[in-house]
């Protein structure tokens, strides 16, 4: 069983970074496909990028084109956290934000992911 817990997430000015954090436990860390996606109020939640393990520390990434250039996804093996750096915010990036886990398969889709952390705010200001 795999639990996740975010945090950083906050409001802040048009054109302003946030990092947001997402500790796992359980599982084996390494290996989990990670993804983070986000709700906006009345719309259904969507990816934002999302990490598989290929092997040997090394990961590939995707990211959804609205975010593509100005988020970063990290992971830090030893604190089992991975990260979301969010770069140039902009107003309709204001949603919650969730991380997720899978084990043994990787999408951009949501039906992928088993495991859900309780999400946390964004909100960015005009």
């Known amino acids: 069983q795999v639990q996740l817990v975010e945090s950083g997430g906050g409001l802040v000015q048009a054109g302003s970074s946030l990092r947001l954090s997402c500790v796992s436990s359980g599982g084996t860390f390494s290996k989990l496909s990670m993804g983070w996606f986000r709700q906006a109020p009345g719309k259904e939640r969507e990816f934002v990028a999302g990490?598989?393990?290929?092997?040997?520390?090394?990961?590939?990434?995707d990211y959804a084109d609205s975010v593509k250039g100005r988020f970063t996804v990290s992971r830090s093996i030893a604190d089992s956290t991975l990260y979301l750096q969010m770069n140039s915010l902009k107003p309709e990036d204001t949603a919650v934000y969730y991380c997720a886990a899978a084990q043994d398969r990787y999408g951009t889709t949501e039906g992928i992911y088993e495991y859900w952390g309780q999400g946390t705010q964004v909100t960015v200001s005009s």
């Open positions: 990490q598989r393990w290929i092997g040997s520390n090394v990961y590939s990434t």
